[in-house]
């Protein structure tokens, strides 16, 4: 790998920053809300707020057991077929949203269409409270069980706001259904303190359409939350990633910098260590840069000085060794898994690569430039340090100077 990759934006990550511009217009009257106004969610959050009403399972068992005892106990108290039959569909009812809701698991759904599922199966429900209350204050004689069913139909009706409260059109239309009957029963009945009871089901409609209004709010606000801290949580790990990458990247040349070398350089000893392989190491100095620098100027210098790291970029294997610049006019190069001949070929291409360059684009100028190169070869054992490799190229690149530049020395 001759050049550190420099993270680019996900496709999510691009389009987080716009925010509710690309989400789906959801009308808030209609499902997921209880302004006027249209609310923007994306898909994700309103997946979020139907699987808040799927995910309670158990409050339908609980709903099956309420039915289960006032319908028997009516039973058993007037002998009326009525309850047999209603406790019947009742239980149909509880099998049919029993089923939707593990379908709804076992399902990649849409969530508005799931939210109609599920408002239908709520407002069925309460239709058949409603209907019992009618039932029970108007066929039936005993207070004491009428007080009994008023107290059960107003703790189940309770728990059902609490379940449905992420979506107000489903709860809203089950409190309806089963209270208003209620109230209605209670207003009609002979006893006088049912009568006065119809006053307290009706401050329980205003009370628990008040709370599906707070729990929408709030869940709303809450999955909200978490969708724009999620955005923010990706932006700040793709920022670290760009931030770690310009950390380990020469700003100049686009190759690793010395702080990625330092850390290649140790993990391929160790590496090699593991696999008793070979591990070759090439130090590239560019020959009379400094004069190159005095002649031409620094700018021109540092053209130079990229165009001869594409060069070596373009020469290595590009998945396996790693091209860096090591400091200055100097260059090294990490080969993994590569004995001696094989590095030293590798130089010598290096070397070339460098000489066949043709410097016309430097002001206009024709310029010639060589680079030295000094290798070295070790097959290291537990312990070893990269310093010691870095001292056998460098001094294997000194040879390469003192023998007149521009070639290749081995150690």
Same mark, same amino acid.
């Given at each position: 790998?001759?050049?550190?990759?420099?993270?680019?934006?996900?496709?999510?990550?691009?389009?987080?920053?716009?925010?509710?511009?690309?989400?789906?217009?959801?009308?808030?009257?209609?499902?997921?809300?209880?302004?006027?106004?249209?609310?923007?969610?994306?898909?994700?959050?309103?997946?979020?707020?139907?699987?808040?009403?799927?995910?309670?399972?158990?409050?339908?068992?609980?709903?099956?057991?309420?039915?289960?005892?006032?319908?028997?106990?009516?039973?058993?108290?007037?002998?009326?077929?009525?309850?047999?039959?209603?406790?019947?569909?009742?239980?149909?009812?509880?099998?049919?949203?029993?089923?939707?809701?593990?379908?709804?698991?076992?399902?990649? +759904?849409?969530?508005?269409?799931?939210?109609?599922?599920?408002?239908?199966?709520?407002?069925?429900?309460?239709?058949?409270?409603?209907?019992?209350?009618?039932?029970?204050?108007?066929?039936?004689?005993?207070?004491?069980?009428?007080?009994?069913?008023?107290?059960?139909?107003?703790?189940?009706?309770?728990?059902?706001?609490?379940?449905?409260?992420?979506?107000?059109?489903?709860?809203?239309?089950?409190?309806?259904?089963?209270?208003?009957?209620?109230?209605?029963?209670?207003?009609?009945?002979?006893?006088?303190?049912?009568?006065?009871?119809?006053?307290?089901?009706?401050?329980?409609?205003?009370?628990?359409?008040?709370?599906?209004?707070?729990?929408?709010?709030?869940?709303?606000?809450?999955?909200?939350?978490?969708?724009?801290?999620?955005?923010?949580?990706?932006?700040?790990?793709?920022?670290?990633?760009?931030?770690?990458?310009?950390?380990?990247?020469?700003?100049?040349?686009?190759?690793?910098?010395?702080?990625?070398?330092?850390?290649?350089?140790?993990?391929?000893?160790?590496?090699?260590?593991?696999?008793?392989?070979?591990?070759?190491?090439?130090?590239?100095?560019?020959?009379?840069?400094?004069?190159?620098?005095?002649?031409?100027?620094?700018?021109?210098?540092?053209?130079?000085?990229?165009?001869?790291?594409?060069?070596?970029?373009?020469?290595?294997?590009?998945?396996?060794?790693?091209?860096?610049?090591?400091?200055?006019?100097?260059?090294?190069?990490?080969?993994?898994?590569?004995?001696?001949?094989?590095?030293?070929?590798?130089?010598?291409?290096?070397?070339?690569?460098?000489?066949?360059?043709?410097?016309?684009?430097?002001?206009?100028?024709?310029?010639?430039?060589?680079?030295?190169?000094?290798?070295?070869?070790?097959? +290291?054992?537990?312990?070893?340090?990269?310093?010691?490799?870095?001292?056998?190229?460098?001094?294997?690149?000194?040879?390469?100077?003192?023998?007149?530049?521009?070639?290749?020395?081995?150690?």
């Amino acid at each position: 790998m001759s050049r550190p990759a420099v993270p680019q934006p996900s496709a999510a990550e691009g389009t987080a920053t716009s925010g509710d511009a690309t989400s789906a217009k959801v009308g808030s009257r209609g499902w997921f809300g209880f302004r006027r106004r249209s609310l923007s969610f994306s898909a994700a959050v309103r997946q979020r707020l139907v699987e808040t009403v799927y995910s309670q399972p158990g409050m339908l068992l609980a709903g099956a057991i309420c039915t289960a005892g006032v319908a028997g106990a009516e039973w058993y108290k007037t002998g009326d077929k009525f309850w047999l039959a209603w406790l019947f569909a009742a239980l149909l009812l509880f099998v049919g949203r029993w089923l939707d809701t593990r379908a709804f698991e076992r399902a990649n +759904p849409d969530p508005t269409r799931w939210a109609r599922r599920f408002a239908v199966g709520a407002w069925v429900n309460g239709a058949w409270w409603g209907s019992a209350a009618v039932a029970v204050l108007t066929r039936g004689d005993d207070p004491v069980a009428q007080f009994m069913f008023i107290a059960v139909a107003v703790g189940y009706i309770g728990a059902a706001t609490v379940r449905s409260g992420s979506l107000p059109a489903a709860a809203g239309g089950q409190i309806l259904l089963a209270e208003v009957p209620l109230f209605i029963a209670c207003l009609l009945a002979q006893e006088p303190y049912i009568r006065l009871f119809s006053l307290f089901a009706l401050l329980h409609v205003l009370s628990c359409l008040l709370l599906v209004r707070f729990m929408s709010q709030t869940r709303i606000a809450l999955v909200l939350a978490d969708e724009r801290n999620g955005r923010l949580l990706e932006r700040l790990r793709h920022a670290n990633a760009l931030l770690e990458a310009q950390a380990m990247t020469d700003e100049l040349t686009g190759l690793a910098n010395r702080r990625a070398f330092d850390a290649t350089l140790a993990a391929e000893v160790q590496r090699a260590v593991r696999a008793c392989q070979p591990l070759s190491l090439l130090l590239l100095d560019l020959d009379r840069f400094k004069l190159l620098n005095d002649k031409v100027g620094h700018q021109a210098g540092d053209e130079c000085l990229t165009a001869v790291g594409a060069a070596l970029s373009e020469t290595v294997r590009d998945t396996t060794d790693t091209v860096a610049r090591y400091g200055g006019e100097e260059f090294a190069v990490i080969l993994p898994f590569t004995d001696a001949p094989g590095a030293q070929v590798v130089a010598e291409r290096l070397r070339a690569s460098v000489a066949a360059l043709r410097w016309e684009f430097v002001r206009g100028r024709s310029l010639t430039l060589t680079v030295s190169v000094g290798g070295a070869t070790v097959v +290291p054992e537990r312990g070893f340090e990269p310093a010691h490799l870095i001292a056998m190229a460098d001094k294997a690149l000194y040879a390469a100077k003192e023998h007149g530049r521009n070639r290749v020395s081995w150690l």
